[in-house]
């Protein structure tokens, strides 16, 4: 497998939005490449090498109703050499903190890439996004207790100083 580029995602996004709309699932789609310290933080935590890393593309579609969430998996499934590696469950069984999403792995969607695909709805993602779910927050409360740690090292180091 060849490292993902900025077309595939965008071949990917476009294969998704029109396969959904055969089906007359009209979604938001959007896709990124991830970030290389991303992966390499995760593979460094996770002792994984490249090719165990299953989000190095990430598509996201967003829909209006939670039946459709499941259609678009039903899409995916029937598209062309596509097989799911793993599929998670996030609205039948939402995360403790409220979190709902279809996950799933999937390779082959494109060229034999490997792309983790979420399906939601608009409330789920409001939720996602700006609620107790948040990723962002956590991402930021992350950094404040590392700009935290950084501060209170300093801080000792300056009254060693004295």
């Given at each position: 497998m060849s490292k993902p580029n900025d077309m595939q995602r965008i071949a990917i996004k476009d294969l998704i939005f029109y396969q959904l709309l055969k089906e007359n699932i009209i979604a938001k789609v959007s896709t990124?490449?991830?970030d290389p310290i991303s992966s390499l933080n995760k593979m460094l935590r996770d002792g994984?090498?490249?090719?165990?890393?299953?989000?190095l593309v990430g598509a996201r579609i967003i829909i209006d109703t939670e039946r459709d969430c499941y259609?678009?998996?039903?899409?995916?499934?029937?598209?062309?050499?596509?097989?799911?590696i793993t599929i998670k469950d996030y609205i039948q069984t939402p995360k403790l903190n409220g979190y709902q999403s279809l996950h799933i792995i999937v390779l082959n969607l494109f060229?034999?890439?490997k792309v983790e695909v979420q399906i939601r709805t608009s409330m789920m993602h409001i939720t996602a996004e700006n609620g107790a779910a948040s990723h962002k927050k956590y991402k930021q409360e992350?950094?404040?207790?590392?700009?935290?740690?950084?501060?209170d090292n300093i801080t000792r180091l300056f009254e060693?100083?004295?």
């Amino acid at each position: 497998m060849s490292k993902p580029n900025d077309m595939q995602r965008i071949a990917i996004k476009d294969l998704i939005f029109y396969q959904l709309l055969k089906e007359n699932i009209i979604a938001k789609v959007s896709t990124r490449l991830k970030d290389p310290i991303s992966s390499l933080n995760k593979m460094l935590r996770d002792g994984r090498s490249v090719e165990g890393l299953y989000d190095l593309v990430g598509a996201r579609i967003i829909i209006d109703t939670e039946r459709d969430c499941y259609r678009s998996l039903y899409v995916l499934k029937s598209l062309y050499q596509c097989d799911f590696i793993t599929i998670k469950d996030y609205i039948q069984t939402p995360k403790l903190n409220g979190y709902q999403s279809l996950h799933i792995i999937v390779l082959n969607l494109f060229n034999g890439c490997k792309v983790e695909v979420q399906i939601r709805t608009s409330m789920m993602h409001i939720t996602a996004e700006n609620g107790a779910a948040s990723h962002k927050k956590y991402k930021q409360e992350q950094q404040d207790q590392i700009t935290r740690a950084i501060f209170d090292n300093i801080t000792r180091l300056f009254e060693s100083l004295r």
